[in-house]
């Protein structure tokens, strides 16, 4: 079980401690360690910062159960986070300028890659901090604890979760109820299975087949014979589960956790950061009056945090101000599934996971498909003055795991929704979830992830760019690049079959059809906020009323798609580029890997080419010689630089990284 925040363990060490000003939800901010690093001047500070919510506060009440929250002496609720901030020792060699970094299931390297380099050579301020109550404390992980939500007399608030079960080894007896799956951290109201549901199935689309209670058990049998140990977070059946089906519990859940204060946890801390002067013990802030500009980032479900956050109107704090100037939801196309009792922040986008049944367009747009009235995910923030610049980003594998078409033509798939004044969108071209390694590889090593060979097409490069672009509107009013994404009016999304994108038949490869993850409408009972993805799911697994129309990225002759901004490796390719890919084997072999893409190389010569059966012109056929492809690198570097989608150093390397490859050499 995890450690409470309010506890002695969370106030042993105490450096320095920091009071709230004025409207500020930080009631203290305790330094526990500080650090140099490196040579550039730089320290790490971390520790806990400690904060309450009013309960009755206009821009508290939209989080999911907080009005059943304990409350202190003062009549509010209580939560801790922890945080990580590096900063310029000498904070008077500061730029001004705060990045706050989301981390994804608890962890984010601030010292990892070159944007974080660039933003430390600038004199910027780093932060990331916990917003995620289930995880459990580890070193290394920023983690949010919050209070449990219990009605008025003490009882326990209970109802439905589910949880899956699949590709488990043969004769396996025991599986846990995994934390940060589906079912979160939902523990059972009580272990008598016969009030809860064990299902199995042949297929995902199977006859699905109950199994009688008296043959499994809440409990551990890896030590002790059916029915074992009871173990509330595990499940034992009696003649072990079997690969070859996929299991489904339904079980009812006590005593949620109040999850959604994690939006509330990051709006006040960057708040207090950014505003907060002094305590009364004269203890200073420790970038007190140096941030004049805050920029946010956040990759997959950091992304989707992000969305959230400014869907649900947190960028404003209590005081009415402003929380974040600009924001970077990177890779993520829906909301995240937090604000839910018995949330799964963890969760992705698999079938029954809450996420896509929202706003996700950042204009205006009638749901005339789930009969929703217009909205837009800046309403919010637009009627307060609080909208950040956004520069929303991602690639080819979010439309076809992560059900971007939404975002952009609505649930209709029948208009372009256009995009107000404050936001950009880049879409990266021929990428998985991420992007790749990069580098000019024509014949990959074989790997086991994948029906395919896994795609390197890097998108790092460019979201370095587009970084920058953000923080450069943010801080001088630059204007970032003109967007770049596929359209429905220039037919650059069509219906995800291969005839409608144009995919080459390719010896030995599956064709795209059937191959994207549908976005269903669900239906999860009355008390769900389907606007907000937030409330109460009393439904569960919830039935699919109907599937909505989706869009991918129209593709050329070699299977490569056709608009945003790609990447240098995408204009000069070695193969074929795509967002999805399948699984190698298992219970969902042949069917869409998650987050993944896939590469398919081009024949080196015209003779291999016509031996395979491939459609494509060979490497030889197409540059000729070694000199000829780094030309065309070079060129297409150029050509990124010149419009802001590269930067100049980035540009060089590849260039150099393409002159010592063996593609036609």
Not at 342 to 369: M, N, R
Not at 403 to 431: E, K, M
Not at 535 to 549: A, C, D, F, S, Y
Request: hydrophobic share 35%; charged share 20%; glycine share 10%.
């Amino acid at each position: 079980m995890r450690v409470s925040a309010f506890g002695p363990a969370f106030a042993a060490v105490a450096l320095l401690v920091l009071a709230v000003p004025g409207q500020a939800q930080i009631t203290r901010l305790v330094v526990e360690r500080t650090e140099p690093l490196g040579h550039d001047g730089y320290e790490r500070l971390t520790g806990h910062a400690y904060g309450e919510l009013d309960p009755q506060h206009p821009l508290n009440v939209i989080i999911t159960d907080l009005e059943f929250a304990p409350r202190n002496a003062r009549g509010l609720v209580e939560y801790a986070t922890t945080f990580t901030i590096l900063k310029p020792a000498n904070m008077a060699t500061a730029s001004g300028v705060l990045l706050y970094f989301v981390p994804n299931r608890g962890r984010f390297n601030l010292t990892g890659d070159a944007f974080l380099a660039d933003a430390r050579a600038q004199g910027h301020v780093l932060v990331a901090s916990g917003w995620q109550g289930d995880l459990e404390p580890a070193e290394g992980t920023e983690t949010l604890a919050v209070p449990v939500a219990r009605y008025p007399d003490g009882s326990s608030i209970t109802g439905p979760v589910l949880a899956r079960f699949n590709d488990m080894p043969a004769g396996t007896k025991t599986l846990p109820i995994l934390r940060g799956g589906v079912a979160g951290t939902a523990d059972p109201a009580n272990l008598d299975t016969s009030k809860a549901t064990l299902t199995r199935r042949a297929s995902d689309n199977g006859q699905v087949v109950p199994l009688r209670s008296s043959d499994w058990a809440f409990a551990d049998c890896s030590r002790t014979p059916f029915p074992g140990t009871p173990d509330p977070r595990k499940v034992c059946l009696r003649d072990g589960f079997d690969p070859a089906y996929l299991y489904e519990l339904v079980y009812t859940a006590k005593d949620p956790e109040v999850l959604g204060i994690g939006f509330a946890a990051t709006r006040d801390l960057i708040s207090y950061l950014r505003y907060g002067t002094q305590s009364s013990a004269a203890t200073s802030n420790p970038v007190a009056g140096r941030i004049t500009s805050t920029v946010s980032f956040g990759n997959s479900q950091s992304g989707t945090y992000l969305r959230g956050f400014i869907h649900l109107g947190f960028n404003q704090d209590t005081a009415g101000r402003i929380v974040f100037d600009g924001s970077n939801p990177n890779i993520s196309a829906r909301l995240l599934a937090m604000n839910i009792r018995f949330a799964a922040p963890s969760a992705g986008a698999l079938i029954y996971e809450a996420g896509s049944d929202g706003v996700v367009w950042w204009s205006g747009y009638e749901d005339v498909a789930r009969g929703r009235p217009q909205a837009a995910l800046l309403d919010r923030c637009t009627a307060t003055d609080t909208c950040p610049k956004i520069v929303d980003t991602f690639g080819s594998a979010e439309f076809f795991n992560q059900r971007a078409s939404p975002t952009l033509v609505g649930t209709g798939a029948d208009r372009d929704i256009p995009l107000p004044p404050n936001v950009r969108r880049y879409v990266f071209p021929g990428v998985r979830h991420g992007g790749g390694p990069g580098g000019f590889d024509a014949e990959p090593e074989p790997d086991d992830c994948c029906g395919l060979p896994s795609n390197p097409n890097s998108s790092d490069e460019s979201l370095r760019a587009l970084r920058t672009a953000l923080v450069d509107w943010v801080v001088n009013g630059t204007l970032p690049p003109p967007s770049q994404y596929p359209r429905l009016d220039r037919g650059e999304l069509v219906s995800p079959t291969r005839a409608a994108m144009g995919f080459p038949a390719i010896p030995g490869v599956p064709l795209p059809d059937g191959i994207l993850n549908p976005l269903y409408q669900y239906d999860f009972g009355p008390e769900f906020r389907y606007q907000d993805v937030s409330g109460v799911i009393t439904i569960q697994p919830p039935p699919i009323r109907r599937v909505l129309p989706t869009l991918v990225p129209k593709v050329d002759a070699d299977g490569n798609e056709t608009a945003g901004v790609a990447s240098v490796l995408h204009q000069v390719p070695l193969g074929t580029y795509t967002g999805w890919n399948t699984f190698p084997s298992g219970f969902f072999a042949g069917r869409i890997l998650t987050n993944g893409g896939s590469f398919i190389p081009f024949a080196r010569t015209r003779s291999e080419r016509l031996a395979s059966g491939d459609p494509r012109p060979s490497l030889e056929e197409r540059y000729g010689t070694h000199d000829r492809y780094v030309a065309l690198v070079r060129a297409a570097a150029e050509r990124l630089v010149r419009g802001r989608y590269l930067l100049q150093d980035d540009a060089d390397r590849l260039i150099e990284e393409a002159e010592a490859s063996h593609v036609l050499n």
